[in-house]
């Protein structure tokens, strides 16, 4: 009589064959439908506003933020039409012995404008691999959105500021600090620094008788922040 | 209805637990992402503590709201001190030279992301659309092979046995790189097409005028002249805009793939934007097909002589296994 083991052996490789298909084309599938809803809810995300966009705000956010969060306007829809600039000044004091923490500000000293951003702009162009091209974009990614928050304050100055708004100021008042200690000599110490936005167009391509794109040249200087705390 | 849904299947499974042709690609990304990963933390280092100490212009209190007001995480959230920023970006520069070389690959390239997520989350100022495309292409690499050609882990014979389970994963990365590439230029071209100075074909002319972007020398001589930029701007909108069309057919690809990067070339050459260029191309370079890197290898062989140069040296063709090997063996026989 045949032992029934014997059957079991050949029946056992056969049943891990079908189960080892079926989990390969179970694979297949879900890659698949992965694949398309990672397609969809990318193009839902990407696309300009659309109906499904304004009713369900959240829908393509809540997938693909924050990992696969993406933005490719580049440059787009309007490239860069001027240059910008960050200057500094600062106001500090010579440490005299005696001298008193509540000197007057009419004793203290304050320096010229220093331009920030040009020289590190000038090493970067000298060598690509240069750290002045991750500085100058910390400083400038820093400062320039500065120019939105100061315009809505002077439209509206009772207005509260939004989180990433607060945050943004935060760090660009640290940033200025940081900037104008750099700046100190041996025996001072700072007292306060402002910042100096400035912006001047790109010679406009007119000449060739297109009309004239070139931004308002402006300067958006900030109030003078005492040191300290950050704000 | 039947018979039609048994043919698909079939196909598709065949299709996606075939041996995979786009091996030699991934590779060259693979290589690129590992000197692109070096050169940011070696460009970083000098100023590591105001790119992503606590002394810098983002404090670490701030840091960490960001952090929990946006649902990111990172490593650098652990301590805000000096040491573990070293520790980090140490184990950041071993893991891009591990990916580099090609040793404990998928590891070093999962080890690479998640740093790379960390320093990205500690200074977003710093980031630019190559961090970006890099970040979300290196994610679906690990589902790639990308070990098979110039890496140690094949020279040791450590590369994953071929199943049909690695080439199903192979195929899923592949594809859902070639969709993202698409997504990133047909939403580029759209947002360029609605602008008004890329409609009228004076855009490409202020990204060359502009202090940041436009090359002092080079930006100014290309600006100089109106139908240079008017070309430019009108040149780059078609090759983005068609690049989401044209790339799914396997013969125009690699033609558009070599426009591609060439114009990566020029933006990392004339407007500085290397790091960008740098990643695209190697993002570019795994969709393109390996028959094609094999048939160029085999003409500049041919053309350079590199066989018979190398067998008057005593080479001899090697087993086939890695590019340019196999290729060259066929110039010499």
Redesign the interface.
């Known amino acids: 009589m045949t032992d029934p083991a014997e059957y079991s052996e050949p029946r056992r490789r056969d049943i891990q064959r079908r189960l080892h298909r079926a989990a390969r084309i179970g694979a297949l599938y879900a890659s698949v439908l992965g694949l398309v809803f990672y397609a969809a809810f990318l193009s839902l995300y990407l696309l300009p506003e659309n109906a499904v966009k304004i009713l369900n705000p959240g829908l393509s956010q809540s997938f693909l933020s924050p990992f696969f969060s993406q933005n490719w306007h580049l440059f787009a829809p309007r490239p860069p039409t001027s240059n910008r600039q960050l200057h500094i000044q600062i106001m500090f004091k010579e440490e005299t012995p005696g001298g008193g923490d509540n000197q007057p500000d009419e004793e203290l000293s304050r320096s010229p404008w220093y331009d920030v951003t040009t020289e590190l702009l000038e090493h970067r162009w000298e060598n690509p691999l240069s750290p002045a091209a991750l500085r100058r974009r910390t400083i400038m990614g820093i400062a320039e959105p500065y120019l939105n928050i100061a315009s809505r304050r002077r439209s509206d100055p009772d207005a509260e500021l939004s989180g990433p708004a607060q945050r943004l100021l935060t760090n660009f008042y640290r940033l200025l600090r940081i900037l104008g200690e750099e700046r100190l000599d041996a025996g001072q110490s700072l007292v306060a620094v402002r910042g100096r936005i400035q912006s001047e167009p790109i010679p406009p391509f007119r000449r060739y008788g297109l009309p004239s794109t070139s931004d308002r040249t402006y300067p958006v200087t900030t109030p003078w922040w005492r040191g300290g705390p950050d704000p | 209805m039947k018979s039609l849904v048994r043919s698909i299947h079939r196909k ?2 065949r299709q ?2 075939s041996e995979p042709d786009h091996l030699v690609g991934p590779a060259l990304a693979r290589i690129v992402f590992g000197i692109w990963l070096l ?1 940011f933390y ?6 590591h503590g ?2 992503w100490g606590s ?5 670490f209190e ?1 840091f960490n ?2 952090l929990s ?4 995480v990172s490593l650098l959230a652990i301590s805000g001190t000096d040491f573990w920023l070293f520790a980090l970006i140490g184990a950041g520069l071993v893991s891009a030279l591990g990916l580099l070389l090609g040793l404990f690959t998928r590891s070093m390239l999962l080890v690479s992301l998640v740093l790379l ?1 960390s320093f990205h989350a500690r ?4 980031l ?2 190559g961090d ?2 890099g970040r ?1 292409v290196m ?1 679906f690499m690990l589902f790639l092979s990308t070990n098979r050609y110039w890496s140690l882990d094949s020279h040791l014979g450590w590369t994953e046995e071929r199943s ?2 690695t080439n ?2 192979h ?2 990365g592949f ?2 790189i070639l ?2 590439m698409c ?3 047909l ?2 071209a ?3 097409a ?5 409609q ?1 074909g ?6 060359l ?5 436009g ?2 020398g080079i930006g100014d001589f290309l600006a100089s002249h ?1 139908l240079t930029p008017t070309i430019l701007t009108y040149a780059v909108l078609g090759l983005q805009l068609s690049f989401a069309f044209l790339v799914w057919n396997r013969r125009i690809r690699p033609w558009l793939i070599g426009a591609l990067s060439l114009m990566h070339v020029g933006i990392a050459i004339v407007m ?1 934007l ?1 790091r960008f260029s740098f990643v695209v191309i190697g993002s570019l370079m795994i969709l393109v097909p390996d028959e094609v890197f094999h048939r160029t290898a085999t003409k500049i062989s041919t053309r350079l002589n590199i066989g018979r140069v190398a067998s008057a040296w005593g080479w001899k063709p090697g087993d086939g296994s890695s590019l340019l090997n196999r290729d060259i063996a066929r110039t010499v026989e």
Not at chain 2, 209 to 213: I, Y
Request: charged content about 10%.
């Open positions: 598709a499974y996606f637990a050169a070696l460009q970083g280092l000098p100023i105001f790119l002394g810098g212009p983002i404090s701030i709201t960001y007001q946006t649902g990111k997520w200074n977003p100022y710093i630019t659309g970006n495309v979300i994610l049909r389970w199903i994963a195929h899923f594809l859902a969709f993202q997504a990133l230029y939403t580029s759209l947002s360029k609605t602008g008004e100075l890329w009228n004076t855009a490409v002319y202020y990204v005028r502009s202090d940041v972007f090359h002092p109106y500085g290397w």
